[in-house]
């Protein structure tokens, strides 16, 4: 785990199984999923993942892990995943839930869910909820769960919600989501598909607010944005990046008109302040203002946003009177809105007046302090009488800068009138002289804008915008050098300025200054990625790689390395991570061995950052043996890693550097011996030595012997016995007896090592193994066959020593005795002996050499010795004086010095003819600090002749000798000696300590003559050398200058230009290089007459120079040096001539200096006419620039001229270059604004009118002479809108005709651009533009059907006797509920004014009109009306409708009501109502049409109990059918109305007999001739045998038939006989009906009739 920003590595860890999914679920907590657990690692400590929980099976190894998520408490935790379904296509989701607490998991079928915390109603705590969505393999539906999880029992129960449907399209029923994302900021959630659908939930209520499909792809990753709430997601194949959230503005619309969920509406839009409910919270505002409820109004207003809150709220409490004793109504609206939160502007002015006028601004004070009021000037103004210091806090917290400072004014605080102004950036005066300056002054304006931006106390002046301005004048250089003033702070916030410095310079054409900026430092905070872009494409390969960061960039640059520094490669890589260094280098050795030297120095360099082991692998994957041979060798002797030294010889041996391999094993302490070995022994080197020295370095000499045995390698057995390890010989050879090799060889290898083997040893090895006589004839042999053993040849020498045998030969020839040990013992025979065995001691025995010397007085011997010996360390020994203890020199060893010394210069020395040896005499002397002696030797040796007379070294070293022991003596040396180092010498002699300028000048001098020096070449060196003296050292111009004259060498010349240049003598200098013809230094003989503005001298040079060079430079400064002169006939004459000159550039720079007429030679020269215009007008030569701008044709050089014109009061020439402006439309805006600023008005619209004539006349054209008309020629726009209409841009022409208040030509434009709804807007607004039929047109084109409630509203305030044919227009338009709803808001007269309208509309039956027209109806008592109404239209609440009308005082309504009630069957209420008003005939209507028995029957009783009989009679006829013959005889009986009841029961009796009769014939037996199947076929159409039963079977037949029933009938229920006709359907226990006695019989009683 890294930092990056820090590049710090933090932590790491080892996994032991591989990890399947890994998230971020917090900015410290890593999750990681393995196949079985889930892991947490924290940022913080040094704690390893710790585990969280197991993976439930059901979301085993067989589910791809796609989610996991953690509660905001982390005590939940959510995984997700999906797995293959049953069947092909269907993907299955599974989740676990875990209980960090109780440490319990639950599965859920489902693909995503997430954790969330939401504020419920009710509730001081936040709920944490779990949002998820659940789809079970074997059910279709998909259902979205909202539950709270970890609430504490004790605190209640926890939130959950019913599980909601959630509305999967028919075409996507395979899809399932992969992510569910909450918006904590609005509680939603977001369900994101695999198929690219998301549907969006609200959390509270669980319900589905929207649903749409935003892509084809499947978003991989999601995220959520805190700030805003919206949803981040990438899809897998394009990478698209996604971004979805909630549209306030269009949500709660949405919601009511397309899911038509009010309820929803208006908890969302509370919820969340949202705009689109306000006419439902209007329309529960009026319903609790008309129930009076004050309070509650209130809290609704301040509950629904900013819906309600509006001022004509504010009139309405304001309006109702307050009860005594209670606080005013507008009062309690205001103090609740303040528990809300804070008061927008309105409310802050109305609640501040009445406060301010009582007295008690303390109030506002605190509500100030607090933040509830919102501050505005109005405000301010209004607090601004009672306290100025409130009014001045108001003022500074809505920014209303001037009120501000009239405060700081009126309280005499003057000193904070400047603060606050530059703190708020309130001068406008500094922009408007800077922009005046730009022009007129460019460098004044640079150093005004520099000196603003460096102010106390921070910049005076924009600093973007001033140098923006710079930069539209094309002053690159100013806008460089005011930025680099302006952002010397290297503040954060100027990123974006400090990146625009850099970009144009690197794409002006200046890369170089951009650079130099990035090499200073100075600026820190620029976008690096986008200034590395504009580096990598200027080419700066290194600059762009120091910006990027993203290793994908980095490896793009790379690709250019071969054309980077290779240090600068290697250093970059110390400012990358480890994996991006690592990723680099392998990209880098991908391409190929060019880059395999610079890899190797990385790896080199950042071995110890990056690791050895990573760098191998970069190496051997490359396949780069070589590469990883290099690495390795440079830090194989650093390393103490084991693989770096095994790796290391593997390549060597890989690449035949056996030597390297051999020098390892030999050396390193590092490397494991047993893996080396085995390597070593299976590569099976052509080469064993490197085995062969890890063997004897660990003791693997048995081994080893083996090996080189069994691979026939005998020759290097004797190598390594011989040469590697001698004293190993006894292994070796005890190995070779026990593999049974050869006794020839065995006893070669032992002559062959001679007596480097050790006796001993070797002895005992061969008795141990029974070999011991093969010895013999070594051991005899020892001293004959050259052994080397120290002690036999001091035996041996010390025999011939005192046997005399010719000792000296011995002394002198023996290689291998002692000298030690021989000297001492030949001391006391004879010294000369001693002597000849020290000295064959070479150098060992130097000291007892020196002493036998001194004390037997060997001088010459000794000095021969020194001289041959060439050792200073033993010269030093004895030419070293040696003090005595207080100082004083020994005489008797002085003595013997100086008798050394002597015969050294007499003898020793002359005797050589080894010039080494006298070289190292020399040096001897020179060493003991002995100069005279030195130049005693050297004179002897050079000036009184010898074989080294003419040795240079000699020579070299008498003058050195002298130039440090005796100055005087140098310059007669200088003249004798002809044979030294003439340039080293003179160098000598003019070093800082020495400072012999003259005797240096002199051998220059004298060794540039031709008897010195033959070679031209040389002599010209020398003679260079000698000015190089004269100018360098002696600093002695004139003696310089006289000497160049003498030897007239160009040279020479070139040498003292040179000296006059550094001496700023550019004159001289000028003519030195003339004589030199040398043009070499022209850059800076150039800059230096530029400096010193000698610009006629200088005009020669470059002619000059120009003979040899063809140079840019040469050329510009001559045109440039004729331009300063005013020689403009050369000019011209050389401009016209062949040069390479950047006319361009130096026509710039002569402008810049003012020098016009020069740069118009040039400008004309280059037929730069644009440029040429320019001058013209600078020398007001303005028909000649209008002809040079005709011939540039381009905008910004028509639009300079013009301009220019312009302020000559130059119109026509002005109009000339304006038509050619205005043609492009990015610059009509400039020419307008030029024209407006200098007054000319009537020559803007002329020149605007001159341009409608253009051939290519455009848009902006015509617009911008509508908008100049608007504001200069009003009575001039209708008609220019009304011909020009398709050439105008309309919403630019309308804006400016709104600004001028010319609204009918708006509404014109409106129309004819079809924006229906802008044009009602304007007409509604501005009287002066209103026309009822162009209202009515425009009205149903509108797109927003808002608007036409809002003409509706119009119409019935301003237009109201038009109203009716407006909606006669928008009858096909509205929604006519709505518009009866307004005009009930509107008031009881604008629903009489609507009357026609809706009775108009009244066909579509709907409920709002139909109750507003029965409402007219009632008020205009028509009653006829009414009825029809309700007949034909009866969507509306009828039974409200019947009870409102069941009061009233007319007749004919309570009918309508008794009407209404029958109708809705309500047949108890009608006639009682219809009883109450005594109208019977309703009354029996109603009961009839009830068709209930009970109803009839209570009916006729109540006639009975009043005494009508006609009534009752004709209730009796009325309700024939549904009156049983029982009650009417009973009440007949009872009330003696036999005479009413007899017409009943007369046609009730014929009614009875006409049924029996049809029975009969039905029931009639058949004929006997009939055939039987006859018989059969008649029973079964009776209805007991429909169903081919017989009647035994299905209940009561002939054979068993109830007593009492007639022959054939059934009873009633039963099936069988159709009795439907009767009057009654059946009777109870098995009856006849109509009072048919049992033989049939009529006019019997039923049995259960009570008498």
């Known amino acids: 785990m890294f930092n990056l920003d820090s590049k710090s590595k933090l932590k790491s860890h080892d996994v032991d199984s591989p990890i399947v999914f890994w998230k971020w679920t917090s900015a410290t907590n890593l999750a990681l999923v393995t196949a079985t657990s889930v892991y947490h690692w924290s940022t913080e400590g040094a704690d390893a993942p710790a585990k969280i929980f197991e993976r439930h099976a059901t979301i085993g190894s067989n589910t791809q892990i796609i989610n996991y998520t953690v509660s905001p408490d982390n005590k939940w935790c959510l995984l997700g995943g999906i797995s293959a379904g049953s069947a092909p296509g269907v993907v299955n989701g599974n989740m676990q839930l875990y209980s960090v607490e109780k440490k319990v998991s639950q599965p859920l079928s489902g693909h995503g869910g997430s954790f969330c915390s939401i504020k419920l109603a009710g509730r001081d705590d936040m709920a944490q909820c779990l949002v998820f969505h659940e789809k079970k393999p074997e059910d279709p539906a998909h259902r979205l769960f909202v539950m709270e999880v970890g609430r504490d029992p004790s605190k209640g129960a926890p939130h959950r919600i019913p599980p909601t449907q959630i509305p999967v399209p028919p075409e996507a029923a395979s899809d399932f989501p992969v992510s569910l994302v909450i918006d904590a900021k609005n509680d939603v959630a977001f369900l994101l598909t695999k198929a690219g659908f998301v549907y969006m939930f609200d959390i509270h209520s669980g319900k589905t607010m929207f649903r749409t499909r935003i892509t084809q792809e499947t978003m991989f990753v999601t995220c959520a944005q805190a700030s805003t709430g919206a949803v981040f997601g990438i899809t897998v194949r394009t990478g698209r990046v996604y971004r979805v959230g909630l549209n306030g503005a269009n949500l709660i619309p949405y919601i009511v008109n397309t899911l038509r969920d009010n309820d929803l509406a208006i908890k969302v839009a509370g919820r969340l302040g949202l705009p689109g409910a306000e006419h439902l919270y209007t329309q529960q505002f009026e319903a609790l203002m008309g129930a009076g409820q004050v309070k509650e109004a209130a809290q609704l207003v301040a509950s629904s946003g900013s819906a309600l809150r509006t001022p004509q709220t504010i009139a309405r409490f304001q309006q109702i009177p307050a009860e005594p004793g209670a606080p005013q109504p507008v009062f309690q609206y205001f103090s609740t809105l303040l528990e809300h939160g804070k008061l927008n502007e309105q409310e802050s002015i109305e609640l501040a007046k009445p406060v301010l006028q009582q007295g008690r601004p303390q109030l506002m004070e605190k509500w100030l302090k607090d933040d509830k009021l919102h501050c505005s000037e109005a405000l301010g103004d209004l607090i601004m009488p009672h306290d100025t210091a409130m009014a001045l806090s108001v003022y500074l917290r809505s920014e209303t800068h001037a009120k501000a400072i009239q405060c700081f004014v009126q309280r005499g605080e003057y000193d904070k009138i400047v603060p606050y102004s530059t703190s708020v950036g309130y001068s406008m005066d500094y922009s408007s002289m800077l922009s005046q300056l730009l022009f007129s002054n460019p460098q004044g304006a640079l150093d005004l804008a520099k000196g603003l931006v460096s102010a106390d106390g921070g910049p005076l002046i924009d600093i973007q915008a001033t140098a923006e301005a710079f930069l539209s004048s094309n002053r690159v250089q100013e806008t460089t050098a005011f930025l680099l003033e302006a952002l010397k702070d290297n503040k954060e916030e100027h990123a ?253 290898i032992l002559m062959a090592v001679g007596t480097a083997c050790p006796v001993e040893e070797m002895v005992e090895i061969a008795e141990m193994r029974n070999r011991l006589r093969m010895l013999q004839p070594w051991l005899e042999a020892r001293v004959a066959t050259g052994s080397t053993e120290p002690g036999t040849h001091n035996s041996l020498g010390k025999i011939y020593i005192q046997m005399n045998k010719d000792p000296k030969a011995f002394l002198t020839n023996n290689m291998f005795y002692e000298p030690k040990v021989l000297g001492p013992f030949c001391e006391s025979l004879d010294p000369s002996l001693a002597f000849v065995a020290y000295k064959k001691g070479a150098g060992e025995c130097d000291d007892e050499l020196i002493k036998i010397s001194f004390t037997h007085g060997l001088f010459r011997d000794l000095a021969r010795y020194l001289v041959e010996r060439q050792d200073l360390e033993l010269w030093a020994k004895v030419l070293t004086k040696e003090e005595g203890e207080e100082g004083d020199i020994d005489a008797e060893k002085e003595s013997q010095r100086r008798q050394l010394i002597d015969q050294v210069v007499e003898w020793a020395l002359p005797e050589s003819e080894s010039a080494d040896e006298v070289s190292c005499t020399v040096k001897a002397f020179m060493a003991a600090d002995l100069p005279g002696e030195l130049i005693v030797l050297l004179e002897r040796i050079i000036l009184q002749g010898s074989d080294f007379s003419d040795n240079k070294n000699l020579q070299n070293l008498l003058i050195l000798t002298a130039i440090r022991a005796d100055h005087t003596k140098v310059a007669s040396y200088i003249d004798q000696l002809d044979n030294f180092d003439a340039k080293d010498i003179a160098l000598i002699c003019v070093s800082e300590s020495h400072m012999l300028y003259e005797e240096a000048f002199t051998i220059y001098v004298k060794f540039a003559k031709p008897e010195h020096t033959t070679d031209k070449e040389e002599q010209i060196e020398m003679q260079v050398l000698a000015m190089g003296v004269l100018v360098d050292y002696m600093k002695d111009l004139d003696r310089a200058k006289t000497f160049a004259n003498q030897v007239d060498e160009k040279p020479v010349w070139s040498k003292l230009g040179n000296a006059q240049l550094e001496e700023k003598m550019a004159a001289d200098a000028i003519l030195s290089f003339i004589s030199a013809e040398d043009a070499s230094e022209y850059v800076r003989v150039c800059a230096e007459a530029n400096e010193a503005e000698i610009y006629a001298e200088v005009i020669p040079f470059l002619k000059m120079a120009r003979k040899n060079l063809q140079e840019n430079l040469l050329d510009t400064e001559l045109i440039y040096a004729y331009a300063k002169t005013n020689n403009l006939t050369d000019l011209e004459k050389f401009v016209n001539g062949p040069n390479v000159a950047n006319i361009q550039n130096i026509g710039d720079r002569c402008f810049s200096e003012g020098l016009y007429n020069a740069s118009k030679i040039l400008f004309k020269s280059i037929n730069n006419n644009s440029k040429l215009a320019l001058c013209h007008i600078h020398l007001e030569e303005y028909r000649e620039a209008v002809a040079a701008a005709s011939l540039a044709n381009n905008v910004s050089t028509w639009k300079q001229v013009c301009f220019a014109c312009l302020k000559a009061s130059e119109f026509r020439l002005a109009a000339t270059c304006g038509l050619e402006v205005i043609k492009y439309p990015d610059h009509v805006d400039d020419v307008v604004t030029t024209y407006s600023d200098l007054g000319h008005f009537d020559h803007l619209v002329s020149l605007f009118e001159q341009g409608l004539g253009l051939e290519d006349a455009h848009i902006g054209i015509f617009t911008e002479l509508g908008i100049l008309y608007t504001k200069h020629v009003p009575e001039k726009v209708m008609e220019h809108c009304k011909v020009f209409f398709s050439k105008l841009n309309v919403s630019k022409v309308v804006r400016a005709c709104e600004r001028a208040r010319l609204f009918k030509p708006a509404v014109y434009l409106y129309m004819q651009d079809k924006q229906a709804d802008s044009a009602v807007k304007t007409m509604s607004e501005h009287s002066s533009a209103f026309d009822n039929d162009l209202f009515l047109d425009a009205i149903v084109k509108v797109r927003n059907a808002e608007i036409m409630y809002k003409a509706v509203s119009f119409y019935l305030t301003m237009h109201p006797m038009l109203f009716t044919r407006l909606m006669e227009v928008l009858e096909d338009h509205v929604d006519h509920s709505r518009v009866v709803n307004q005009l009930r808001r509107t008031g009881d007269w604008a629903l009489q004014l609507g009357q026609a309208y809706m009775k108009t509309v009244q066909k579509e039956n709907l409920s709002a009109v139909n109750e507003a027209l029965n409402e007219l109806y009632i008020e205009d008592e028509d009653y006829e009306s009414l009825r029809k109404s309700i007949d034909k239209f009866q969507n509306f609440n009828m039974i409200a409708l019947a009870s409102k009308l069941a009061t009233h005082e007319l007749l004919e309504f309570r009918r309508i009501s008794a009407y209404v009630y029958r109708c809705n069957k309500k047949w108890s209420q009608s006639i009682e109502l219809s009883k109450n008003d005594r109208m019977w005939k309703d009354c029996i209507d109603t009961a009839n049409e009830s068709a209930d028995e009970e109803t009839i029957e209570d009916l006729l009783r109540f006639f009975c109990e009043t005494s009508e009989k006609e009534c009752f009679c004709a209730a009796l006829y009325t309700c024939f059918s549904h009156v049983r013959p029982d009650v009417a005889i009973e009440l007949g009986w009872l009330n003696g109305y036999h005479h009413f009841i007899m017409p009943f029961l007369v046609q009730n009796m014929r009614q009875t007999y006409e049924r029996l009769q049809v029975l009969e014939k039905r029931t009639q037996p058949p004929k006997e001739e009939d055939a039987q199947d006859q018989i059969a076929q008649t029973y079964g159409q009776l209805g007991g045998f429909g169903n081919g039963m017989l009647m035994l079977e299905n209940g009561g037949g002939m054979g068993g038939m109830p007593g009492g029933m007639p022959g054939g009938m059934m009873p009633p229920g039963q099936g069988g006989i159709d009795m439907s006709g009767f009057g009654q359907v059946g009777m109870p226990n098995g009856m006849p009906p109509g009072g048919m006695m049992p033989n049939g019989m009529p006019g019997g009683m039923p049995p259960n009739m009570s008498m």
């Open 496 to 748: 974006y300025l400090q990146t625009k410095l850099l970009e144009i310079n690197l794409i002006g054409g200046a890369p170089q200054v951009a650079d130099a900026i990035m090499q200073n430092g100075i600026l820190t905070h620029y976008d690096r990625a986008h200034i590395g872009k504009l580096c990598e494409r200027a080419g700066m390969w290194q600059r762009a790689a120091e910006h990027y960061s993203d290793i994908n960039d980095i490896k793009r640059v790379f690709k250019n390395s071969h054309q980077m520094n290779p240090e600068f490669v290697v250093t970059y890589f110390g400012k990358l991570n480890r994996e991006q260094s690592i990723a680099l280098l392998k990209d880098m050795m991908s391409r190929g061995p060019s880059n395999m030297q610079v890899c190797v120095e990385v790896a080199k360099k950042y071995n110890d950052e990056l690791g050895s082991e990573e760098l191998v692998k970069v190496f051997e994957n490359a396949k780069a043996t070589e590469g990883l041979y290099y690495y390795l060798g440079a830090v194989v002797n650093f390393s103490e890693d084991p693989v770096v030294h095994f790796k290391y010889i593997q390549s060597a041996c890989m690449l035949g550097q056996f030597k390297e391999a051999e020098r390892v094993c030999r050396d390193s302490n590092i490397y494991k011996p047993e893996q080396v070995k085995e390597y070593l022994k299976n590569a099976k080197l052509p080469d064993p030595r490197p085995l062969i020295h890890v063997c004897d370095r660990y003791d693997f000499v048995d081994e080893l012997t083996e090996y080189l045995y069994l691979n026939s390698l005998l020759q290097y057995v004797e190598v390594y016995v011989t040469k590697v390890s001698p004293a190993k010989t006894p292994q070796v050879v005890g190995k070779l007896f026990d593999l049974g090799a050869n006794e020839d060889f065995t006893k070669r």
